[in-house]
């Protein structure tokens, strides 16, 4: 019981994933990103092999829906799986085991895939979607994070939600975001409140690594751009 919204963005190459369940630690188990190449995330009873193995197919320019096509015939038990791929060119795609139970499905288009189990209705999902659709003036973030929040709002899952994790990649191989709530009460709005933290100081750890004296402290680097 998950749901997750996973995304390329075509102007600036970045993949994220934001995601909320009710087992703990989601952030561990579900996404898999690599920067420049895309993105994999295997939910319902999960298997966390399926996304390294969906990243390496992807690396040697398979397909989106070829990837999900390799993923799906290795797995004995992919009709408990729930997995969707985006590729480097924006294809978008998704499968729904049929052992996934109550609402069970994805809304998917070029570079976006929406989707969930165990969800209250298909609001969950179709809600992520439309906000995502709708937020393009916004940070890439924060888009991926309003629209984790409509699905929330819109119903979440059965049971409701102890963890959620947000994910993003830019073109370096660590992450740009990486911020995880392992269990919480209301994951979804720790997560809200940790990546307002986070959000300034994003581009700054960026890019610290590769000039460090020239960036300084989080405080000089913040007090040089008036924060």
Request: hydrophobic residues 35%.
């Amino acid at each position: 019981m998950t749901f997750a919204i996973s995304a390329r963005c075509p102007e600036t190459g970045k993949y994220g994933v934001a995601i909320s369940t009710r087992p703990l630690a989601v952030g561990a188990r579900c996404p898999f990103i690599a920067p420049g190449v895309g993105v994999v995330v295997s939910m319902a009873y999960t298997d966390p092999r399926l996304g390294p193995l969906g990243l390496r197919l992807l690396k040697l320019g398979y397909s989106a829906q070829k990837v999900l096509d390799e993923i799906a015939s290795s797995d004995p038990n992919i009709e408990y799986r729930q997995v969707s791929v985006i590729d480097r060119d924006g294809n978008a795609v998704a499968r729904t085991g049929k052992q996934n139970k109550d609402w069970s499905g994805a809304c998917i288009e070029p570079n976006l895939v929406a989707m969930g189990n165990g969800l209250v209705s298909e609001r969950t999902a179709s809600a992520m979607f439309d906000i995502y659709r709708k937020t393009g003036g916004a940070s890439f973030e924060e888009r991926l994070m309003k629209a984790l929040e409509a699905g929330r709002d819109a119903g979440g899952q059965h049971g409701g939600q102890h963890s959620a994790a947000l994910v993003v990649y830019s073109k370096q191989e660590y992450p740009l975001v990486d911020l995880r709530v392992d269990e919480h009460a209301e994951p979804i709005g720790e997560l809200r409140r940790i990546h307002d933290l986070y959000a300034p100081q994003a581009a700054y750890y960026e890019q610290r690594p590769w000039q460090p004296t020239a960036m300084g402290s989080e405080a000089d680097w913040a007090a040089r751009r008036g924060q």
